[in-house]
């Protein structure tokens, strides 16, 4: 897979399809093949980056505090070190964050913003989860399990974990077979999450923006939607009623069929 030298450190990425760009930016954790469901729909139509952020998969994982506004700007350098021009850009989560931040801060980079299962400032809620998901990755030593036993829980409902313990077992094995990062450096990363408050940038960002959340989903709930909505002048808001944190995962074909909907509606 290729990799650039980007805002002073290595950032690895792949690309398939062809078509208007489109960058993927994973979430909390993951690596670029994090949204491995979406890109083998997503490049029929389009010219799908998906990238390693700061601290994660094959990227650099370097010393210092992160922050979303510090990996808005990886995504910026990757941008132009990989010679992509406006784009549409996707993320899910902590990715979702670091769009914020780069659609308001660099807009002329971005075409539409797809922002899924996001929130504009870190709440009390949301900040006792991450701090239990650091607990759990420092007492098992291993940011792999802390992910299967931690954070998958929260992305899926419990309806999908008793009526489809094989596909939750599937996703697990995917993620043990994944580059994950040592626990030093999700340290780092999520501490981007706890510090995450975008409130003061989002009302500038002009790019259409398709926001949406799984009903179930109790980490970034539709408690954010509102501020979200209300703040960012051009958005359209789906709420997958079947869905927790990872509507990417728990219902494919509907959030695939949806948000490429969005996609092509502002695409040309």
């Given at each position: 897979m290729?990799?650039?030298?980007?805002?002073?450190i290595?950032?690895?990425?792949?690309?398939?399809?062809?078509?208007?760009?489109?960058?993927?930016?994973?979430?909390?954790?993951?690596?670029?093949?994090?949204?491995?469901?979406?890109?083998?729909?997503?490049?029929?139509?389009?010219?799908?980056?998906?990238?390693?952020?700061?601290?994660?998969?094959?990227?650099?994982?370097?010393?210092?505090e992160?922050?979303?506004?510090?990996?808005?700007?990886?995504?910026a350098?990757?941008?132009?070190?990989?010679?992509?021009?406006?784009?549409?850009?996707?993320?899910?989560s902590?990715?979702a964050?670091?769009?914020?931040?780069?659609?308001?801060?660099?807009?002329?980079?971005v075409?539409?913003?797809?922002?899924?299962?996001a929130?504009?400032?870190?709440?009390?809620?949301?900040?006792?989860?991450?701090?239990?998901?650091?607990?759990?990755a420092?007492?098992?030593?291993?940011v792999?399990?802390?992910?299967?036993?931690?954070?998958l829980?929260?992305?899926?409902?419990?309806?999908?974990?008793?009526?489809?313990?094989?596909?939750?077992?599937?996703?697990?094995?995917?993620?043990?077979?994944?580059p994950?990062?040592?626990?030093?450096?999700?340290?780092?990363?999520?501490?981007?999450?706890?510090?995450?408050?975008?409130?003061?940038?989002?009302?500038?960002?002009?790019?259409?923006?398709?926001i949406?959340?799984?009903?179930?989903?109790?980490?970034?709930?539709?408690?954010?939607?509102?501020?979200?909505?209300?703040?960012?002048?051009?958005?359209?808001?789906?709420?997958?009623?079947?869905?927790?944190?990872?509507?990417?995962y728990?219902?494919?074909?509907?959030?695939?069929?949806?948000?490429?909907?969005?996609?092509?509606?502002?695409?040309?």
């Amino acid at each position: 897979m290729p990799v650039v030298q980007a805002n002073g450190i290595d950032i690895n990425y792949e690309v398939q399809g062809e078509g208007e760009p489109m960058v993927l930016i994973p979430y909390l954790a993951a690596d670029q093949a994090c949204y491995a469901f979406q890109v083998a729909e997503y490049a029929k139509h389009y010219t799908c980056y998906s990238m390693d952020l700061r601290g994660a998969g094959l990227s650099s994982k370097p010393e210092g505090e992160y922050t979303t506004e510090l990996l808005a700007d990886d995504v910026a350098a990757f941008m132009q070190a990989a010679g992509i021009g406006r784009a549409h850009i996707f993320g899910v989560s902590l990715g979702a964050a670091a769009g914020m931040w780069l659609t308001a801060k660099y807009p002329e980079a971005v075409k539409t913003l797809s922002l899924h299962s996001a929130w504009d400032k870190t709440d009390p809620f949301l900040r006792v989860i991450v701090q239990g998901w650091r607990i759990m990755a420092e007492a098992l030593d291993s940011v792999t399990e802390m992910v299967i036993a931690g954070i998958l829980p929260f992305s899926l409902t419990p309806e999908l974990y008793a009526a489809r313990p094989e596909y939750v077992d599937a996703l697990a094995d995917f993620v043990r077979g994944r580059p994950m990062p040592p626990v030093d450096a999700f340290i780092r990363q999520s501490g981007a999450v706890l510090a995450h408050d975008a409130t003061t940038v989002i009302g500038s960002i002009q790019a259409p923006t398709l926001i949406t959340y799984g009903r179930h989903d109790i980490v970034t709930s539709t408690r954010f939607a509102g501020p979200l909505t209300e703040a960012i002048p051009n958005t359209e808001l789906i709420v997958f009623e079947d869905c927790a944190h990872a509507a990417i995962y728990e219902n494919v074909e509907g959030f695939n069929a949806q948000t490429l909907d969005f996609l092509q509606r502002h695409s040309g």
